[in-house]
C-alpha cells in the first residue's frame, strides 16, 4: 500500500445563504436502530418521516433536478437520465469533464430538510460510478457543512477518496477517505484545516449501483458511513482524524452546525471525465438501511 498523505488544497464554495430549520429527533423507539445502522431492516416505504426522498422518477429526462435541489456545476453537467437507474427508469447524471483543477457536478439540499434541530442527520443514497481515478485525486461523493457554532466561519464534513490503492502491478481502486475542510481559510477568516482519515485499503466500488450511507453527529464531532450495509470503520471520525495538511494530527475537527449537502462528484486535481449516477437518495433523523 502506497504511503498515506493529506488531500491538496480544495476551494470556497460559497457559503453566503445558508437556511435555518428544525426537526425532531430520532422517536424513541428507534434509540437502538440509531447505533448501527447496518442493522436497520428498510421501511416498506422508506419515505415515511424522512426529510428528503429522492427517486428522480417525477423528471423527464434531461431535467435538472429542482425542487428541493440546487445544483452546483463547474466543468460539469447534471440532470436526469435513462441509461441506468437503480429503481423505476430514471436517475441523476452527473459527469465532469477531463482537465485541471476543480471539476464540480453536485446536486445541493438545505431547507426544509436541513439543518436539524439536534445537529444530527442519516443519509443514504445508490450509486454508480463508471471508473475512478487511477492517480492521486481528491474527491468528494458527499459533503455536508455550514457555520462552526460561536465562530465566524465554515466547515465541511466530507465522504470521498484520494489515493490509488495497487497490487503488484494492476490498479485495484481509489481508496475511500474522510475529510475536515474550513473552506473559508483561503479567503483569510478561520484556520486552515483540509484534515484526512484515509480507509484501511477499501476502495469505491465502479461499474455497479452501491449504496453508501452515513451519519454527521454535530454534538459529538462525529462521522459515520456503511458501504452496502457494513460499518467502514477505519473511515468513522470521533474528534479528530489521521492528519492534516496545516494542522497537527490532534487537530479537532469541530463540526459546523449541517445547513446544506451536497451528493454526487467533485475533484481538485487534473483528472479524467468522470460519470457518476445517483439514485434513491434519502435523508433522515433516523437510520435508514440499503433497498432490497
Known amino acids: 500500500m502506497m504511503q ?4 491538496s488544497r480544495s476551494p470556497h464554495f460559497g457559503f453566503d445563504t445558508w437556511p435555518a430549520r428544525g426537526r425532531l429527533a430520532c422517536a424513541a423507539l428507534l434509540v437502538a436502530a440509531c447505533s448501527d445502522p447496518a442493522r436497520v431492516t428498510p421501511r416498506v416505504n422508506e419515505c415515511v418521516d424522512a426529510l428528503l426522498c429522492e427517486d428522480f422518477e417525477s423528471y423527464a429526462v434531461g431535467d435538472t433536478p429542482s425542487g428541493s435541489w440546487s445544483t452546483r456545476q463547474k466543468s460539469g453537467a447534471v440532470s436526469v437520465d435513462s441509461k441506468r437507474a437503480r429503481s423505476g427508469s430514471r436517475a441523476a447524471k452527473l ?3 477531463a482537465g485541471s483543477a476543480t471539476k464540480t457536478a453536485m446536486l445541493r439540499v438545505g431547507a426544509p430538510a436541513l439543518p436539524t434541530a439536534d445537529n444530527v442527520f442519516y443519509g443514504r443514497l445508490m450509486f454508480y460510478l463508471e471508473a475512478a481515478p487511477t492517480a492521486s485525486v481528491h474527491w468528494t461523493l458527499v459533503q455536508a457543512g455550514g457555520l462552526v457554532p ?8 466530507r465522504y470521498g477518496g484520494q489515493l490509488p490503492i495497487t497490487s503488484g502491478q494492476d490498479f485495484v481502486g481509489s481508496q475511500w477517505m474522510a475529510n475536515y ?4 481559510s483561503y479567503q483569510g477568516t478561520g484556520p486552515s484545516s483540509d484534515c484526512w482519515s484515509h480507509a484501511n485499503g477499501h476502495v469505491v ?20 458511513a456503511w458501504l452496502d450495509g457494513t460499518a467502514l470503520d477505519d473511515l468513522s471520525v470521533s474528534n479528530t482524524g489521521q492528519g492534516c495538511v496545516h494542522q497537527g494530527s490532534d487537530f479537532p475537527w469541530t463540526a459546523p452546525n449541517f445547513e ?5 462528484w467533485e475533484s481538485y486535481q487534473a483528472d479524467d471525465a468522470r460519470t457518476l449516477y445517483l439514485d434513491d437518495v434519502v435523508v433522515a433523523s433516523h437510520p435508514i438501511g440499503c433497498p432490497h
Open 4 to 7: 498515506r498523505s493529506g488531500p
Open 95 to 97: 459527469s465532469t469533464e
Open 150 to 157: 460561536g465562530q465566524d466561519y465554515h466547515a465541511l464534513y
Open 181 to 184: 475542510e474550513t473552506p473559508d
Open 205 to 224: 466500488p465502479v461499474a455497479k449501483w452501491s449504496c453508501f450511507e452515513w451519519e454527521f453527529d454535530g454534538p459529538n464531532n462525529q462521522m459515520r
Open 260 to 264: 446544506q449537502l451536497d451528493v454526487g
